[in-house]
């Protein structure tokens, strides 16, 4: 992978930090009118989303990471891992539980799901920000109750615990919002 | 910030462009009233500076009986203004751009505007608080200042960085940089260097945003053009001035030694010999000036767009000038 001197440094910028991609998230240049310049770089770790800082000299180099990003279809699991593939070449990768980091408990196959590849593996996998999912698991409501008041747990075909309104039965479907967990509308029947 | 069809749009707005009008017509007030000289000097000159750390943006001029010639956009207007002084002009003042390769960031452009001002018969001390004058006198319609605190570099440095820059070895600065908040490579770092990093990591945030803060006593290896303190030469007579942690100016009480001035100089090219940097020449008309004789001054650089964002509240250099270098 290419080196980046301190003057091709900018936010988005993928790069090796002790050996991790990173995404540099900020950089700042400093220098004062009498002195050396420095360029202080905040970057998150993608593998465990620390964020860390750092300041540079003008001859420091930064290590470019091989990280993209890329829509890909999840396949299944084995219950080990989970396989996605390019719909463009059929490629197919393996993620861990690492990389899903609790994504698995809203995919369902044939998602289309934003994973980051790093040096071909993935590292990161995103559910999409909006599913239907079925109810398969909640406490009867009651009976008239249409609209408002109160909540309750609903478990999903996937996995996902949700808080629901009352009126919500097993069976039907919802619509979810992956990024917060919550519960958006009925979905479509 | 490249292909982009507002490209040919201005970055700062029409407010930014009339503030900056009026302030530049009080500041010509203010050296009228105190009876200082407007001066112009060339930016483009054979000589430049040889400081370390600016790097001149140069190019070559042709014209009639100057063939060729290698030519530097001035970092200062500090060389040319020095000839003006050593040939008799009084004080003077100038407002003019300023430009220094490689510097681009929140607060830095690599043209921008000086003012730069020059008080003969003054001492150092005696100008820190003409310093502090204009810069509350400019921003004294938009914000109310404290009165200016005066503290001396070493005294900051023991305050908040724990260390005695006189005293401290090069290993214990070596230490505190590369253990501090955002650790810095200290490989190549030179003492000054590192100086200069814990003041802007360690100090420079402790400073009072509602002040104009005068840092003064820099040590002598950071003289720059400074003269050294008569009563203590591990010190020289250099100051900044700060509004909160922006840095707006720096000035000396005048080196008039012309020996001195070459001895710097050629150290400052040897430095820049070894570290594979362009070599601009000697600046002989400005030394022939100093070796001519420089009357007793103290002189000052002021970033006049940091003292526009000041009183603007601006947060970035961009939100001053119309066209910052990418879209120039």
């Known amino acids: 992978m290419a080196s980046y001197n301190m003057n091709q440094v900018r936010t988005g910028l993928k790069v090796l930090e002790n050996g991790e991609p990173n995404v540099i998230i900020s950089c700042d240049f400093i220098k004062p009118g009498k002195g050396q310049a420095f360029t202080r770089v905040k970057m998150r770790n993608l593998l465990n989303g620390r964020v860390n800082e750092k300041t540079y000299k003008p001859g420091d180099l930064l ?3 091989d990280v993209i990003e890329t829509s890909m279809q999840y396949l299944y699991a084995d219950g080990e891992h989970w396989f996605f593939m390019n719909p463009d070449t059929y490629d197919q990768v393996e993620a861990d539980a690492a990389a899903l980091g609790g994504a698995e408990q809203w995919i369902k196959e044939e998602d289309v799901c934003n994973v980051t590849l790093w040096n071909g593996h993935p590292i990161l996998v995103a559910a999409p920000n909006f599913v239907t999912r079925e109810v398969v698991e909640t406490d009867p409501g009651l009976k008239g109750d249409t609209s408002s008041g109160g909540s309750k747990p609903a478990r999903l075909e996937t996995g996902a615990v949700v808080k629901v309104p009352l009126f919500i039965q097993t069976g039907e479907s919802i619509r979810v919002d992956t990024r917060t967990g919550e519960y958006v509308s009925r979905g479509k029947t | ?8 749009r201005p970055t700062a707005g029409p407010t930014a462009l009339q503030r900056r ?20 000097t060339p930016l483009l000159s054979a000589e430049t500076t040889l400081d370390l750390h600016l790097e001149p943006l140069s190019s070559t001029v042709d014209a009639p009986g100057i063939a060729g010639r290698r030519m530097y956009l001035q970092t200062s207007p500090e060389l040319a203004m020095k000839r003006l002084l050593a040939a008799g002009s009084g004080s003077i003042y100038q407002v003019c751009k300023a430009f220094r390769g490689g ?18 018969g003054w001492d150092v001390h005696r100008l820190m608080k003409e310093v502090a004058a204009l810069i509350e006198t400019l921003l004294a319609g938009s914000r109310r200042l404290e009165p200016a605190a005066y503290v001396s570099y070493a005294d900051l440095m023991r305050r908040h960085a ?5 005293e401290a070895s090069t290993q214990a600065l070596r230490r505190a940089v590369a253990d501090g908040p955002s650790p810095v490579d200290t490989s190549g770092l030179d003492r000054d260097d590192l100086l200069s990093r814990l003041f802007g990591e360690r100090v ?3 400073f009072a945003p509602d002040r104009v803060t005068v840092v003064f006593d820099y040590p002598a290896s950071q003289a720059a053009m400074a003269q050294l303190n008569a009563s203590d030469p591990s010190t020289a007579e250099r100051f900044e001035a700060y509004v909160g942690d922006i840095e707006l100016a720096n000035g000396y009480g005048e080196l008039r ?3 001195e001035q070459r001895q710097r100089l050629e ?13 601009p020449p000697t600046p002989s008309r400005f030394l022939a000036a100093l070796e001519s004789g420089l009357p007793p001054c103290a002189g000052v650089a002021l970033g006049f767009d940091r003292l526009l964002g000041l009183e603007l509240g601006a947060g970035s250099i961009d939100e001053l000038i119309p066209f910052p270098v990418e879209r120039a």
Do not use: K
């Not at chain 2, 910030?1 to 040919?8: F, L, R």
């Not at chain 2, 009008?21 to 203010?30: D, E, I, K």
């Not at chain 2, 400052?268 to 570290?275: E, K, P, V, W, Y």
């Open chain 2, 21 to 40: 009008a009026a302030m530049l017509a009080r500041l010509r007030a203010f050296f009228a009233e105190r009876e200082v000289l407007e001066v112009e």
């Open chain 2, 204 to 206: 420079e945030p402790e």
């Open chain 2, 257 to 259: 030694d012309a020996t």
């Open chain 2, 103 to 120: 510097e681009r960031g929140r607060w830095h452009n690599p043209e921008f505007t000086i003012l730069e001002w020059y008080r003969v």
């Open chain 1, 63 to 65: 290590e470019g990471a």
């Open chain 2, 162 to 166: 724990g260390i005695d820059p006189h």
């Open chain 2, 1 to 8: 910030m490249t292909g982009d069809a507002a490209e040919w």
């Open chain 2, 267 to 279: 150290r400052d090219l040897a430095s820049r010999r070894g570290t594979g940097r362009p070599l």
